[in-house]
């Protein structure tokens, strides 16, 4: 057909040049990367002939929005020379009309900008020719890219159309802002969200052109490529054809990681790593040395802490979810392993702060006359105070006289002293912090009353209470009167660490779900201190104190005689009371009986 032809160049002359994203464009269902949840609806739906009339896709840009519409429409009117004439997606050879649809000149399926035709007038064009029947093919397609663009007048003309259109018309919309929809329009049609690519796929579908097209790029390279796309094929394929198009004339030279940062203008991943260890124990002096090393090289100082926001936010992840959690983000698996050893090392609390102050240093950056210095300042920021106490935390220390803080940064910085706790001046005396984080107590006249100190009873009570074992909570469970949870520990858990401010334990079979934040709250209201309360499924801990205190019971001989003198009595009816006051004795373990199962 020569209508549906593509245009051959003249005997002799060179064909255009085609950028990756055009010449890898897929052409059918079976080219599309990673939308399979799409073409299996797609196929059930042309297979039992339950065709839509409407469907819109939504996802970020590039992931295959325009083009998967034009290979609906091509499956919409597939028609073949042999005598296929019926709405499919298996396409296994060119169509009659698939050339012309893939090229947007088939005059039955309409392309439509809503960015640039946003007005009711638009629409109206569009509407009075949708009751035309279709010229050649089968179907009058209508596809609408960036729909959220329409005005509300224009959304609300074309709303009657769209619910009742005639039977030869289909309505595909493509847009990148699902939520500026209408409602009225999103029900009238069929949604697919296409998700992007995470960077592994992507460096792999990367991998595969370049062998097309006789290119060598290393892999760290290509997750650089599918890093900056941050999902979007086409960006990936445009930054790929920037990358080969570098040693295009120099025989076909290896493209390495480095020209491929060196062309992004990216931070060194590497070090970045070190950046972020560096900051985050203290040491200033080598953070600023590696943060000025990347400016030299050419490294926004915006990309330098944005790099170090997803380093912090892996390790976040890691800490709060476990091993797991690293391979479901960005990271590749060598960042995985590298973060599953680096969150180990940071408390939770650091690594916290550390996002909220490189935030903060990035709005800085973005807006600041001389970037570098204020993304050289924000790393200061966060060597400093990286690792200082929380609040409740440092009202603790004031108040118990405790000597200690957070790590002190290394180098030349080390020495620096005065910095007040709250970041203000302290003119009025109390606490500051001085060389190595350190909290002290400034001297002040006798009788003077502490400034911003009050008396609290909780804080006296926690400095009377030294929690170090397990007993020890079930006797300030006592001290409380919680018989409830006093006998919920007594019985459910199984203690797998217990040190100053962290419990982990393994719940016994029955415990209650809650169990864990009730402890931690609780500890907060009687201690004033923040406990980390956790559950271990991994571990199964120690025996839970019942346990302990029964098989201390179960052996004492008035305990056997008194089995052996009623051997009637069913285990089930049977209540520990402490037995070691009959004969005056002291049984370790006995003592706090269960009363509140009598």
């Known amino acids: 057909m020569s209508d549906t032809e593509t245009p051959k160049p003249a005997e002799g002359q060179k064909p255009p040049y085609q950028v990756l994203a055009r010449k890898y464009r897929p052409q059918n269902f079976e080219d599309l990367l990673g939308h399979d949840a799409m073409v299996r609806t797609l196929r059930n739906a042309f297979a039992s002939g339950r065709i839509a009339h409407a469907w819109i896709l939504t996802g970020v840009r590039g992931v295959g929005k325009t083009t998967t519409a034009r290979i609906m429409a091509r499956a919409l009117n597939y028609e073949t020379e042999d005598g296929i004439d019926v709405p499919t997606i ?80 289909k309505f595909i919309f493509a847009t990148t802002e699902i939520r500026k929809l209408p409602v009225t329009v999103l029900s009238r049609c069929q949604r697919f969200d296409l998700r992007r690519f995470d960077q592994d796929t992507l460096a792999d579908y990367l991998q595969g052109i370049c062998e097309k097209e006789n290119a060598v790029v290393e892999r760290d390279g290509l997750l650089m490529i599918a890093r900056a796309a941050e999902g979007s094929v086409r960006d990936a394929l445009s930054l790929l054809d920037q990358a080969i198009i570098q040693h295009a004339t120099s025989g076909g030279e290896t493209v390495t990681a480095g020209d491929v940062q060196d062309m992004l203008g990216l931070a060194d991943r590497a070090t970045s790593w070190e950046m972020l260890d560096a900051a985050m124990t203290g040491d200033a002096a080598e953070a600023l040395r590696l943060f000025r090393r ?22 976040t992840r890691v800490k709060a ?5 690293a391979s479901h983000g960005s990271a590749g698996t060598a960042e995985a392993a590298q973060a599953k050893g680096m969150a180990e090392r940071f408390p939770m609390a650091g690594l916290t702060r550390a996002w909220s102050l490189l935030m903060k240093g990035l709005q800085e950056t973005q807006v600041a006359p001389d970037p570098a210095a204020a993304g050289e300042m924000t790393l200061i920021r966060l060597c400093y105070a990286a690792d200082l106490p929380t609040p409740d935390e ?20 080390a ?5 007040s ?25 006798s009788g003077a009353p502490k400034a911003g100190l009050r008396s609290q009873p909780k804080l006296e009570a926690a400095n009377q209470t030294r929690l170090s074992s397990l007993k020890d909570l079930v ?11 006093r006998h919920e520990i007594e019985n459910f858990v199984r203690i797998v660490k217990f040190e100053p401010g962290v419990i982990d334990f393994h719940p016994a079979d029955g415990a209650p779900r809650n169990l864990a934040g009730r402890i931690a709250a609780k500890l907060k209201d009687w201690t004033g201190e923040r406990w980390t309360v956790s559950i271990n499924t991994r571990e199964t801990g120690e025996d839970t104190l019942r346990h302990d205190r029964d098989s201390v019971v179960y052996a004492h001989p008035l305990f056997i005689a008194a089995r052996e003198a009623f051997p009637e009595i069913p285990d089930e009816n049977v209540r520990i009371k402490a037995i070691a006051e009959v004969r005056g004795e002291h049984v370790e373990g006995a003592d706090g009986a269960l009363d509140e199962e009598e």
Do not use: W
Request: aromatic share 2%.
């Open 321 to 325: 979810a476990g091993d797991e959690a």
């Open 421 to 445: 706790a709250n970041g203000g001046g302290n003119s009025g005396g109390g606490a500051r912090a001085v060389s190595g984080g350190a909290m002290r107590q400034d001297p002040q006249p």
């Open 90 to 169: 298996d396409m296994d050879r060119q169509g009659i009309h698939c050339q012309a649809i893939a090229e947007s000149r088939h005059p039955d399926v309409i392309e439509m900008d809503a960015a640039s035709r946003t007005g009711v007038g638009d629409i109206r064009e569009l509407i009075e020719s949708v009751r035309y029947a279709p010229v050649q093919a089968r179907y009058k397609v209508y596809i609408i890219d960036e729909v959220h663009m329409l005005s509300n007048s224009a959304f609300n003309a074309l709303l009657k159309t769209l619910e009742e259109p005639p039977p030869h018309v």
């Open 294 to 315: 990347q400016y030299d090289a050419g490294a926004d100082p915006v990309v330098i802490l944005r790099d170090m926001l997803e380093l912090v936010h892996l390790l």
């Open 415 to 419: 020495g620096m002293q005065g910095a």
């Open 394 to 413: 440092a009202v603790r220390m004031l108040t118990e006289g405790k000597v200690s803080g957070g790590a002190a940064p290394a180098g030349p910085g």
């Open 475 to 485: 006797a300030l469970c006592s001290q409380n009167r919680d018989a409830r949870l």
